[in-house]
């Protein structure tokens, strides 16, 4: 059985000090970040220059010693390597050509054609797989179909669902279509990753809180449960985080509606009402609000250490509700790992 911490809550052991990592850990807050960016030349061209992905991935490892790193990437490397044009506007974003008909679903690259334009990005785990250090989990990603899939129609990555919905409501044949096709490549996408040297998947429903009703069984429930059920047939153990932000009350039971190991919550719910209803069932990751990494002071000593009392009593990962912002201190991230591993 593994030693590594990350590991063993995935199991459902209950530690003495939780395993910590941060989403987004790899990112602009970090000046040696900033100066690998820079070297690269943008964004896209770092996710697909494999030695500099793996670079920034290993920069907060080395710089706090995370119990996991997560791959470098963008969950928009999927619908690109599917057939659609993204781009990056310096300032705003990324951008991406639209999918809205049913001829451009048909149109999409079959699944097997998606390994050659991502095959930087197995080759960045192989890097890291190779290069991490013994204890630390090495974690894989994609965006749940659901969230890629509002940012194709949107045609861009922001906040914006609208559209998403829209065509749900007025074409939903088309809509439905197009959630089967990145269903199967995302299992692709990701059962590859497991080969290449992942230990650990994480599934990102970043706007599953938008969706209502049956919507949310028929486009965040029953799709990560195919997904996951396709990993683990394939990847017998593998362990599956995941996240379907802002889901509320629907964080209840989502672990054993989808084969999930752990559920990651947001920081919309307490630690208190994710302990009481959700660990109760599975392994939690969450939740600290990430402004704390901004503010710090005793706030960011006494929000944390009230997180890891919360789950004290269950298998749990210590991780914010969302990603670390751009603005946030990199000495607050040390003074939050402190905090984590002097116990509540």
């Not at 991935?57 to 710089?63: A, D, N, Y």
């Not at 947001?266 to 994710?274: I, K, L, Q, R």
Request: hydrophobic share 40%.
């Amino acid at each position: 059985m593994s030693e590594k911490k990350i590991l063993r809550a995935l199991r459902g052991e209950v530690q003495p000090v939780p395993p910590v990592w941060m989403m987004r850990q790899a990112g602009r807050y970090l000046p040696e970040y900033r100066a690998t960016r820079a070297e690269a030349g943008d964004f896209l061209r770092l996710c697909y220059n494999s030695e500099l992905a793996a670079e920034v991935t290993l920069q907060p490892i080395r710089r706090y010693g995370f119990d996991a790193a997560i791959l470098f990437a963008d969950i928009l490397l999927l619908p690109q390597a599917l057939g659609r044009e993204l781009w990056f506007e310096t300032g705003e974003g990324p951008r991406m050509e639209t999918t809205t008909s049913a001829a451009e679903v048909a149109g999409l690259r079959p699944d097997e054609a998606i390994h050659e334009t991502l095959a930087p990005v197995y080759q960045t785990l192989r890097i890291l797989k190779r290069e991490l250090p013994a204890e630390t989990t090495l974690i894989g990603f994609a965006g749940a179909p659901w969230t890629v899939a509002t940012y194709m129609i949107a045609g861009r990555g922001k906040e914006e669902q609208a559209g998403a919905h829209r065509l749900k409501r007025e074409d939903r044949a088309t809509f439905e279509a197009l959630i089967d096709r990145l269903t199967g490549a995302t299992i692709e996408y990701l059962s590859a990753q497991v080969e290449a040297g992942a230990e650990v998947i994480k599934l990102f429903d970043s706007w599953a809180g938008s969706l209502k009703g049956q919507d949310v069984q028929d486009f965040a429930v029953k799709p990560a449960a195919k997904i996951i059920a396709a990993l683990k047939a394939r990847h017998p153990g593998l362990p599956v985080i995941a996240f379907p932000r802002e889901a509320g009350a629907g964080y209840i039971g989502f672990a054993g509606a989808t084969g999930a190991d752990c559920v990651a919550v947001d920081n919309s719910v307490s630690p208190e009402w994710a302990a009481e209803h959700v660990q109760k069932e599975i392994c939690v990751q969450g939740n600290l609000a990430p402004h704390h990494l901004v503010t710090g002071g005793e706030d960011l000593i006494r929000e944390t250490r009230h997180v890891v009392r919360a789950f004290s009593k269950g298998p749990h990962i210590f991780n914010l509700g969302h990603g670390i912002t751009p603005d946030a201190d990199p000495d607050n991230v040390q003074r939050m790992i402190d905090a984590v591993r002097e116990g509540g």
